[in-house]
């Protein structure tokens, strides 16, 4: 664990909570983001992950800094996944792109919250059981197995257990209604798809958890380091989804070499739980390495996809664009 002068968690409380806020008042009128747009606030996520990454290093100390970096950066990379489930799930809803950055707004506050319970969690479990670190490990590796075997499964939003369980509690009708979540309809107040669709993604948030909280945690056991580096991940999420809508599908090697990643977190996870249970012997990864390895894989990935473009043109998503009136859902 490293030493977090209490300051510092409020300074990153602070700024969560001030961009935010902004981030909530330029998008206070549902328009469509364009690419210039998503591109500017991409521009501002990144560095301000970045001059927190500073103050870590400048503050904590070299080791810390080089941990926040390698975590933020691996959590950047896995969260490339969310993006395709946002589009299979906005295409699925017919999600009108005026009204994707209010979902996916909602869908970040409650990433935040539930990612802060199970890394804590899972800090406290390490901390006192290190052999759960080779639980983890198997995890990762079957994720890779899926991956590399390209038998991820299929991901039918309207039958998650979170809509489904959405629809026992409150009817939700099938048209749009700007983006409000709920009318009144004979005096009974309903559910818009709208709410269906901000339940779609926290499901879908929490399966990416079961990767991302264990390669995270190979990263480091410190619960600043971990919180903060998801937390600046999942800040920049929105912003990098309007950027390359449309253009993911043109990553195709990016899947693989995230596969790689989590195979190679994996590795370091056994030798770290190895080192520690078994023997001092056994060598660890040091942190410059992890950070070289994902730097590296990622480039390669991004690179390849870009010289061996794929060879099926990508459908394009749905994107119904209403002027007046509700939208029609499912």
Do not use: C
């Not at 975590?71 to 969310?82: M, P, Y």
């Not at 809509?163 to 048209?175: A, E, G, N, Q, Y």
């Not at 903060?228 to 809508?245: C, D, K, P, Q």
């Amino acid at each position: 664990m490293h030493d977090v002068p209490s300051w510092l968690w409020i300074v990153f409380a602070a700024t969560v909570l001030v961009s935010l806020a902004v981030d909530l008042l330029a998008h206070r009128q549902a328009h469509v983001i364009g690419f210039r747009e998503a591109a500017a606030w991409s521009a501002v996520w990144i560095s301000l992950a970045i001059v927190f990454g500073a103050v870590v290093f400048l503050v904590v100390g070299t080791q810390a800094g080089v941990e926040y970096t390698t975590a933020w950066l691996l959590e950047k990379s896995l969260s490339v996944d969310n993006l395709f489930v946002f589009a299979l799930i906005f295409g699925y809803f017919r999600v009108p792109r005026a009204y994707q950055h209010r979902v996916l707004f909602l869908g970040v506050l409650g990433a935040l919250v539930f990612r802060g319970i199970f890394l804590a969690a899972g800090v406290a479990v390490v901390s006192r059981f290190t052999a759960v670190l080779y639980v983890f490990a198997a995890i990762l590796f079957y994720s890779t197995y899926k991956i590399l075997k390209e038998e991820e499964g299929s991901f039918d939003p309207g039958r998650s257990i979170a809509v489904r369980l959405l629809r026992t509690i409150i009817p939700v009708r099938d048209d749009y209604a700007g983006t409000k979540f709920f009318v009144k309809e004979a005096g009974k107040r309903v559910a818009t798809p709208l709410l269906a669709v901000v339940a779609a993604i926290e499901a879908a948030d929490l399966v990416f958890a079961v990767d991302s909280v264990p390669a995270v945690l190979a990263v480091s056991n410190d619960t600043f380091i971990v919180y903060t580096s998801n937390a600046f991940a999942i800040l920049g999420l929105r912003a990098l989804y309007f950027m390359l809508a449309g253009l993911l599908d043109r990553f195709h090697y990016l899947s693989k070499g995230l596969g790689i990643i989590l195979a190679f977190i994996g590795v370091k996870l056994v030798l770290q739980a190895s080192h520690e249970i078994i023997s001092s012997d056994i060598p660890e990864i040091p942190s410059p390495v992890s950070l070289a390895v994902i730097v590296i894989i990622l480039t390669i990935s991004i690179t390849l996809s870009i010289l061996r473009p794929p060879t099926d043109k990508p459908s394009p998503e749905p994107e119904p664009e209403p002027e007046t009136g509700p939208e029609k859902g499912p």
